[in-house]
């Protein structure tokens, strides 16, 4: 089992900058973790993911913007993010993949297992 929980989220306005943090605990191994995000109405979007290896992948609604990272040695996930704009504006969740092991290209919400409790993140114009 994996337990995820995030912080850092609240209100900004546009063009501003907010940081959130994801403490993972539990069989961590090297699973992809991933960003997901979710608007009222919309599917759940993966914004950014990283492969247990570090290896990084974004949505191109964020690139430039965001900022994926990991410390597998503190159990922690980051998302840097911004230049933040009113459509970024969403419930943003942290995930862990299936694969104990994994250094592919995961982007599909169906590929994690694990998720946090989500933090909300409101952008103002």
């Known amino acids: 089992q994996v337990h995820l929980v995030e912080s850092g989220g609240g209100s900004v306005q546009a063009g501003g900058s907010l940081s959130l943090s994801c403490a993972v605990s539990g069989r961590t191994y090297r699973r992809c973790m991933g960003w997901f995000r979710q608007s009222p109405g919309e599917e759940r979007e993966a914004v950014a993911t990283?492969?247990?290896?570090?290896?990084?992948t974004y949505a191109d609604s964020v690139k430039g913007r965001f900022a994926i990272s990991r410390d597998n040695a503190k159990n922690l996930l980051y998302l840097q993010m911004n230049s933040l704009k009113p459509e970024d504006t969403a419930m943003y969740y942290c995930?862990?993949?299936?694969?104990?092991?994994?250094?592919?290209?995961?982007?599909?919400?169906?590929?994690?297992?694990?998720w946090g409790q989500g933090t909300q993140v409101t952008v103002s114009s």
């Open positions: 990283i492969t247990g290896y570090g290896v990084e």
């Open positions: 995930a862990a993949g299936k694969i104990l092991y994994c250094n592919g290209d995961y982007r599909n919400a169906a590929d994690y297992s694990y």
